[in-house]
């Protein structure tokens, strides 16, 4: 009988497999790979909750109860740091629901699961470290070679240098340091065990951030602007701000026949010849998007700027009615561009454009540094009363001796 339903869902699932690509190609998308992943995940926890109901267990409150609770706070706000660390008690939940699922039952999936799971973990606390920092100095050499040799560009070499002085020293300290000087000593990897935790759920959120699927009932499409190549020429990363604008401003057209505004955001920098918009808006015309669902926004200099500058511009267009608004930025920039709409009072979520892999470690530890700029009082108090808390341990194993 066990047999007979494990070969009903796999059946169920491979069917599903393949009618994704055949159902997502008749509505003319080809973004079928969300849908694959989404129908994967639905069978495996159809699975699961059908061998929990039949063990009669109620196991299945763990992960219920801590997604709910993710999802409470996601969906009534998405621009959140807190709902990565959410979502990723929930993973951790998720994961021991499994563990004692697969070991009261000896489930040959949920057994496979687990081996891979422990595999993985194992590897990564054997050499996790030793691989991130080959692949930081790899990605440093590849970014340094074409895109120049800015502090910008440094960032994943910085942070590789920094981590191998660290174990160098960290595996000398405790042959040379006093008992009583280990606490002292042991503020540095504390606050990095932080950090890591820190950049690891806005990690998280940023990914959840780019599965946003706004319907197509917008009125205004604000693309967020970047520098300018010779001060003049709209930039690759620019240029693929402005294309998954005009891509969302054609599908929405197709599909609903209402046509969105594009609100091209950027002002002029010290090193350009024009406002950024202004080039944005030439290179939109060029695409055959018509002049008269162009709107250009051209005295902002940063991104809190271009979300408070474009909301004035929307107020304006739509003085007393409530309009549908989304913007557009590079997918390493979308979270904290939502933040920044979150703090101009503007109702908007992002939609990311692809961005190639090479430049994505250094863009995200950009992202994360300002990030923490931005909360830098909270991360004060956290790390200042890390280090006393040290101290005073180190204070008490000095007067113990």
């Not at 920094?162 to 280990?182: C, D, E, K, Q, Y």
């Not at 020429?233 to 240029?239: I, R």
């Amino acid at each position: 009988m066990t047999f007979l339903i494990d070969f009903i869902f796999l059946c169920i699932y491979v069917l599903g497999v393949f009618a994704i690509p055949v159902w997502r190609k008749k509505v003319s998308h080809k973004d079928w790979k969300f849908y694959e992943l989404t129908w994967l995940l639905g069978c495996f926890l159809l699975y699961i909750l059908y061998i929990d109901v039949q063990q009669k267990t109620t196991y299945f409150l763990i992960p219920t109860i801590s997604f709910s609770v993710f999802a409470f706070f996601y969906f009534r706000e998405k621009r959140r740091l807190i709902n990565g660390l959410l979502f990723n008690i929930f993973l951790a939940s998720f994961m021991l629901y499994i563990a004692i699922l697969g070991f009261e039952t000896n489930n040959l999936l949920l057994t496979v699961t687990l081996g891979i799971l422990a595999v993985g973990m194992v590897a990564l606390l054997l050499v996790g470290i030793y691989a991130l920092l080959i692949f930081l100095y790899w990605n440093a050499i590849v970014v340094l070679r074409k895109e120049g040799h800015s502090l910008a560009n440094l960032l994943s070499l910085l942070l590789a240098i920094g981590l191998t002085i660290f174990l160098v020293i960290n595996h000398f300290s405790a042959r040379i340091l006093p008992s009583w000087a280990m606490p002292l000593f042991s503020i540095l990897p504390i606050l990095l065990f932080y950090f890591f935790v820190v950049f690891y759920n806005f990690l998280t959120i940023s990914v959840l951030y780019q599965f946003n699927r706004p319907k197509y009932n917008q009125d205004f499409i604000i693309v967020l602007g970047s520098g300018l190549i010779d001060g003049k020429k709209v930039s690759p990363l620019l240029a693929n701000r402005i294309q998954r604008a005009i891509k969302f401003y054609k599908a929405q057209s197709r599909v609903t026949l209402k046509t969105p505004k594009i609100i091209m955001s950027g002002g002029r920098g010290d090193d350009e010849h024009l406002a950024e918009s202004v080039a944005m808006k030439e290179y939109a015309l060029a695409q055959g998007i018509p002049d008269e669902h162009i709107l250009v926004e051209a005295n902002s200099r940063n991104t809190l700027e271009n979300m408070t500058y474009s909301k004035e511009i929307i107020e304006q267009s739509m003085p007393k009615e409530t309009s549908n608004v989304i913007f557009t930025t590079n997918n390493f920039h979308l979270f904290r561009s939502g933040l920044f709409a979150k703090k101009a009072h503007l109702k908007a979520d992002g939609i990311g454009a692809k961005t190639a892999f090479y430049f994505l470690p250094n863009a995200f530890l950009r992202e994360f540094i300002a990030i923490l700029v931005m909360y830098k009082r909270r991360h004060i108090i956290v790390c200042s009363f890390i280090a006393v808390c040290m101290i005073l341990l180190a204070l008490v194993e000095l007067l113990v001796i």
